[in-house]
């Protein structure tokens, strides 16, 4: 499957390629509804600290059962969603879907914080901190709860104004992750300029440093230089134990990964919260 971005780049015009096409449009119009009807979901997955096995947060992501075409995945509607601006109500409906979902959870776990992904294009409005702030008070969420992931290929995208939004975001006191760090081509250099204060390894960055000596040293030294310039990190994607025990070692804060948990949905996280804590008083 080609992303649909990148099958705006294809010069002939042909409809399969065409992001307006009609099936892309109801696509998009199924999407605006099961957002309006509550038809989507979040699924939460865990961030593990690696010092002392606290949960740290859980990201939400978005699941989407389509009545006739079954799971949807964000991969295949997310691109495609930004492209037609409908990603301004996704957007929307995730910030006041999280935090409703972790006001409850913080009686248990007051610690906890929940993420929210955006889009370089949520950054073009500025109304985006007044809604983030009235769901906030209206759960009786505090903001340092909160925190924002963007992917590095997002922040590169429209760098002036979009830091505009983002230091806005930042001072209502909420949290800036940077997503897919490693994926594209930003540097340590020019991320300095943002409010983040946590930097997410990329999947694609991390899977193989116990077999690929240059994948390791990249990765360490990434960390040394990230962790020297105050920031946090936390390794995506990890899948086994052996990656998890040498990020540990090379000093990454926390893990996100299968491993550890799947993105799964608020019933089914509530009970390995408990679990998880259960294990660690043991
Ligand atoms: P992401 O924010 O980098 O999220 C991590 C993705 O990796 C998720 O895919 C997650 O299910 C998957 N993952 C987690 N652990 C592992 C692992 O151990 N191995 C492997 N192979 N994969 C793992 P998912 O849920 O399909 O989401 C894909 C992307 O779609 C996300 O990447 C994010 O960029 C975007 N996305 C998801 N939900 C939302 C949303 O509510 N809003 C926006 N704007 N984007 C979203
Ligand atoms: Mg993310
Ligand atoms: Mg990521
Ligand atoms: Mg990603």
Redesign the pocket.
Known sequence: EIAPHARLEVGLYSPEYDIYSESRLTLMSDLKEALHQNQTQ?YY?PKVSLIDDEVIGI????RWHHPERGWV???DF?PLAEETGV?TQ??RW?FEQGIRDLAPLLKDHPKLGVS????ARDLDADELSDLICSSLTRHKVNAEHLTI?L?ETAVMQDPKNGLIILKKLADTGLHVSI??FGSGYSSLSYLKQLPAKEIKLD?SLIMDICSNESSRIIVETTINMAHSLGYKLVG????DEQTISLLKQMGCDSI????LC??IPLPELTQWLQDHYATLEK
């Open positions: 979040l997955q990201e939400a992501l978005i995945y964000p991969n997310i990603i996704l957007t995730a929210i992904n955006i889009s992931e992917t997503d897919d999947r995506e994607g990890v899948e996100q990964g299968y491993w799947r993105p």
